[in-house]
């Protein structure tokens, strides 16, 4: 990649596979009927 094209989301992309070992660490909400964010407990 060259310099001109380099962006601050390329670099900081996480790898499909950590994001599938850190999945199952992260709890689970049920989605809220209303919608909206999550909570931030």
Do not use: I
Not at 21 to 27: A, H, M, N, Q, S
């Amino acid at each position: 990649m060259s310099e001109k094209n380099r962006t601050v989301v390329a670099d900081f992309r996480m790898p499909e596979e950590m994001w599938l070992r850190v999945d199952g660490l992260l709890p689970k909400f049920r989605k809220s009927k209303k919608g909206g964010r999550p909570r931030l407990e």
